[in-house]
């Protein structure tokens, strides 16, 4: 136990220097901007966080198409970072001091705020589990490591999406090269806290703070915070887009221009780390353009929303002809995919469709609450998550890709649990006349509350112990869960550490994290399954022979079919065996290097 307290705090430690970090650059720009007319001070803070975490983003670009992103210029960033925030520090403090909370925590605010802390507590442990997860470990990880290596932006065709564009896995790159990828999850999980933080302090501004607990609770419960994706701080640069552009339709001309620009960045910042978040883009310009048409706002605007995010649709566009690229091919030509490619990966995301949480369902019944119609702030937020479901619903249908939307619904679907408990208990009434007169609806509503806490206290005790079980602080222990939990693992380290040549991996891509740095193999793209695995033994061993491959390796699953094809064993020989995979040496590679 005390090792994982050890390691908890080092990683807790190196997550704070890096938000103070943060929240110093982040700081030192908005107060250019001045105060939003509505002031929250904590809200504030949040957005300056999430600035701070976009000019750090934007100075390792540059560094990296420089050629420079090392351990040093990492260090150099964060120590200056850190010395901004200790000067801004004092002057911060006092605007805390003065903050009206307004009114008293009531008993019910109170319990609201246990609620949310007891679904954040397990979100405390389960950033420190060593990485697991699918697309973590199939190319947001290695393209991170490849970064942090190469010390550049480089364009590697081993990887599924060599083309995509990756800002927030410049930070990934920042955690390998001063920390772990245990680190790499704190910095995926800080999105998650930030934008729950942020949720929650909407909702006080514009609803109450029960419903913000709840709103904020919503979300929290939905995010994964044990991985190294992407979606989260997705979420995250689109909320603060969002908040910012309301500090814009609320202030004066003369200031209105600088909130838009922050929210043009937040969303250059989103659009330069995932191609979904593009989907925004036709709903804000709507929004901005029924009060702001002057050509030199939106020039700054546009100027503000293309420095985070210009670099990776360029290149894309200069090297390959598709500035969306692989997403673009059928417009703009195909390059390292081919038709039956993009025919695949559309057909894994209509496999992959299904429903969201039920947790933010409601959200279709907000439009009757009375914050639609009291609350412009509102108003606004159920329009963009009306937008936001019906561009998910006519494109992907995948619960993944409305990520970015699910802050802001997570807080509307609490009003919509409003109206429906409000149906609740007019029926109960109704049923029950006499619990009316006795007080019935009061008294059970606080006997509700203190079992509803009781019930959510044991879950988050478990789901915490079962968080604590996943932290590997030795290397015994990280490998003992890496086996257990990453299919392949122990071949694809065995490989890492004793292959001399090329290895072509065979549906094992949730494992290539941990296995040679590069190997190849995929579903799609120029290593391709489909140009290796339907040949003839004799010719399949020749084929990746010739091109430098010494091994190939695959899970159980495939032995069957591809290893009792007549003449294997003349081509391939049994190299290694462990936990549910294979690895076979190509034998003709062998024999192009016998003396």
């Not at 250019?32 to 002031?39: E, K, L, Q, Y």
Request: hydrophobic fraction near 55%; proline fraction near 7%.
């Amino acid at each position: 136990m005390l090792q994982k307290l050890m390691f908890a705090a080092a990683h807790y430690a190196a997550l704070a220097i890096f938000v103070a970090g943060c929240w110093g650059f982040g700081r030192v720009v908005q107060s250019r901007m001045g105060s939003p007319v509505r002031r929250d001070v904590w809200l504030e803070t949040a957005m300056a966080t999430a600035l701070g975490v976009g000019v750090f983003i934007c100075a390792f670009q540059l560094l990296g198409i420089a050629g420079a992103f090392d351990t040093a210029g990492v260090l150099l960033l964060a120590a200056i970072g850190f010395a901004v925030a200790c000067v801004q520090f004092p002057a911060w403090r006092r605007e805390v001091r003065a903050f009206d909370p307004g009114l008293p925590l009531s008993w019910v605010d109170k319990a609201g705020l246990v609620a949310l802390a007891l679904v954040a507590l397990p979100t405390l442990l389960a950033p420190l589990a060593p990485p697991a997860a699918f697309d973590e470990l199939m190319y947001h990880l290695p393209y991170a490591r490849e970064v942090a290596q190469s010390g550049s932006l480089g364009i590697h065709e081993w990887l599924r999406y060599p083309w995509f564009p990756y800002n927030y896995n410049l930070l990934y790159a920042a955690a390998l090269l001063i920390g772990d990828d245990v680190l790499a999850h704190f910095l995926n999980a800080l999105a998650g806290w930030l934008s729950v933080w942020m949720v929650y302090r909407l909702g006080v501004l514009h609803l109450n703070r029960v419903l913000g607990c709840a709103g904020a609770a919503i979300w929290l419960g939905m995010g994964d915070y044990s991985n190294a994706l992407i979606d989260t701080g997705v979420a995250l640069f689109v909320l603060a887009a969002c908040t910012a552009l309301w500090w814009w339709r609320q202030s004066p001309p003369e200031q209105g221009p600088r909130w838009l620009a922050l929210a043009a960045f937040f969303l250059g910042l989103a659009a330069g780390s995932k191609y979904q978040a593009l989907t925004f883009l036709p709903l804000v310009a709507w929004f901005v353009i029924r009060r702001e048409r002057r050509p030199g706002v939106w020039a700054v605007a546009l100027l503000c929303f293309l420095v985070p995010c210009i670099y990776w649709y360029a290149r894309n566009a200069v090297m390959t002809g598709d500035p969306f690229n692989p997403i673009g091919a059928k417009l703009f030509g195909f390059s390292n995919w081919n038709l039956a490619d993009y025919k695949n990966q559309l057909d894994d995301v209509r496999i992959h469709a299904a429903f969201p949480s039920l947790l933010i369902w409601p959200v279709v019944l907000a439009p009757l609450s009375k914050a639609w119609r009291r609350s412009p702030a509102v108003h606004a937020a159920i329009i963009f998550c009306a937008y936001s479901v019906l561009v998910w619903a006519l494109t992907s249908r995948y619960p993944r890709y409305l990520t970015a939307s699910f802050p802001l619904i997570a807080l509307i679907a609490v009003l919509g649990w409003q109206v429906l408990l409000g149906w609740i208990v007019a029926g109960l009434r109704w049923l029950l006349p006499v619990a009316g007169r006795v007080g019935w609806p009061a008294r059970a509503g606080s006997l509700f509350v203190v079992v509803f806490l009781a019930a959510l206290a044991a879950v988050s005790v478990r789901h915490t112990a079962r968080a604590l079980t996943k932290v590997s602080p030795t290397p015994e222990t990280r490998e003992a869960f890496l086996r257990a939990n990453v299919p392949g693992y122990a071949v694809m380290n065995y490989l890492r550490e004793h292959a001399t040549g090329r290895v072509y991996q065979i549906a094992l891509s949730e494992a290539i994290y941990y296995g040679p740095n590069p190997i190849w193999g995929d579903a799609l793209g120029p290593w391709r399954y489909t140009d290796f695995l339907p040949l003839p033994p004799a010719e399949m061993a020749r084929k990746l022979a010739a091109l430098g491959f010494e091994a190939i390796v695959m899970p159980y699953t495939m032995v069957p079919q591809i290893t009792t094809k007549p003449g294997f064993d003349d081509h391939f020989a049994l190299m290694y065996e462990k936990d549910g995979a294979k690895a076979y040496r190509i034998l003709q590679y062998k024999n192009d290097r016998a003396p």
